[in-house]
């Protein structure tokens, strides 16, 4: 088992599997209930509404902060913070309070596992952490080898629609569309999340436009105005969920899933 994706600062030495958990991450408490932890959680942030029961626990924050007040009143026995969504403020003032804390910022989808199973250490739920990152990997494994010899198409990922943004080498989505052997467009572009003119997709001509559900996203583009791109022409604009492709959980499968899925409605 590799820990290289993830990290544990202790205030002291504590090997005591943690009872009283603060996850400040959407994808965090996806991975604690996955894991058998969830009732574990005394506090979470806003956006935390998987499984069910994450509904039901108390909100301390979210991307633009987090009450520390309520950390210190509620005196959990871990923290677990998100370094790519909490601000660095924030998550320094809970360690120099002497709380434990855990980053949960996986980079990769094989890191996914690794963090199910440090997660499943810290809360004395190993054999089911174990459990469910084997059950990860072996299906992660199986969807590479699904879609490997299945033909390349061009894909456009509509990021968001105002500015109109995208997905390159490096982002969480680009992995995705890499299992199922999708061809990014704007794979090489300079950042992982570029902002891209209609001019330059029109240049691209993707096969087929993946968008996220979100309304606001759906209805920023009328690509009906490009019938000259194969993807509107042929009418492979398909709409995907949000949740399932953006979060580093073990439900990022599904996300997988359902990409591949429309880009063999393509092929």
């Known amino acids: 088992m590799s820990f290289s994706t993830v990290s544990v600062a202790y205030a002291a030495v504590d090997t005591a599997p ?39 626990i108390p909100r301390i924050g979210g991307y633009y902060g987090i009450q520390i007040e309520r950390i210190l009143e509620l005196n959990p026995d871990l923290v677990v913070v998100w370094e790519g969504g909490n601000k660095a403020e924030d998550i320094t003032r809970i360690k120099e309070l002497g709380f434990k804390v855990f980053n949960s910022n996986p980079k990769t989808l094989e890191a996914v596992a690794d963090e199910l199973e440090a997660l499943g250490e810290l809360t004395g739920k190993q054999a089911q952490a174990l459990e469910v990152a084997t059950g990860y990997r072996q299906a992660l494994t199986q969807l590479r080898a699904d879609n ?19 997905v390159a080498q490096n982002s969480w989505i680009q992995q995705i569309i890499a299992v199922c052997h999708g061809d990014n467009v704007f794979v090489d572009a300079a950042s992982d999340y570029p902002q891209v003119s209609l001019e330059t997709v029109l240049l691209k001509m993707p096969d087929v436009i993946l968008q996220s559900q979100d309304e606001g996203n759906i209805s ?3 690509w009906s105005q490009w019938p000259e791109i194969p993807a509107v022409k042929q009418q492979h604009i398909y709409q995907l969920n949000a949740d399932l492709l953006h979060r580093a959980a073990p439900r990022a499968l599904l996300g997988v899933e359902a990409l591949c899925a429309a880009l063999d409605k393509v092929r």
Do not use: C, N
């Open 18 to 56: 943690a009872k009283r958990i603060i996850a400040l991450s959407p994808h965090a408490v996806e991975m604690l209930y996955a894991i058998g932890a969830g009732e574990s959680i005394v506090a979470t942030t806003d956006h935390a509404d998987f499984p069910e029961a994450a509904l039901q």
């Open 148 to 166: 490997a010899a299945k033909i390349e198409v061009s894909v456009f990922y509509q990021l968001w629609s105002t500015p109109l943004m995208t």
């Open 220 to 222: 920023g583009v009328d």
